[in-house]
């Protein structure tokens, strides 16, 4: 499945930021959906992921409270929200999908099969 992440873009401190991930010529369902982030000079981390069909949600531990994935049935989307955005938020932002995902591989980037181009969020203090 190829995805296809949107959103993004410059914000400062404080302020909210929404990214969209759509798969193209299928639709979620049956997949983990995860969003991951990658630092200036940093490794690929962990954001947050939603199961399509169960709508169970995990995120980063330190990111909880802040940000919020959710899934659009009709859209076929699913989304990040980011509030209270921060400078060490800048990063670029990827989404990834797999179809046969284990709970406990969930926050790991190689248990995915298929990522999107990824999307650059920045954010200035």
């Known amino acids: 499945v190829q995805l296809q992440a949107s959103g993004g873009g410059s914000a400062q401190t404080g302020d909210s930021l929404g990214l969209s991930c759509t798969p193209s010529g299928r639709t979620f369902s049956g997949y983990t959906i995860g969003w991951f982030r990658q630092p200036p000079g940093k490794e690929r981390e962990f954001v947050a992921a939603?199961?399509?069909?169960?709508?169970?949600?995990y995120y980063a531990n330190s990111l909880r409270g802040r940000f919020t994935i959710s899934r659009d049935n009709d859209k076929n989307t699913v989304s990040l929200q980011m509030n209270n955005l921060k400078p060490e938020d800048t990063a670029v932002y990827y989404c990834?999908?797999?179809?046969?995902?284990?709970?406990?591989?969930?926050?790991?980037?190689?248990?995915?099969?298929?990522w999107g181009q990824g999307t650059l969020v920045t954010v200035s203090s």
């Open positions: 939603i199961k399509w069909n169960s709508r169970h949600t």
């Open positions: 990834a999908a797999s179809s046969s995902i284990i709970q406990s591989s969930i926050r790991i980037p190689r248990a995915y099969g298929y």
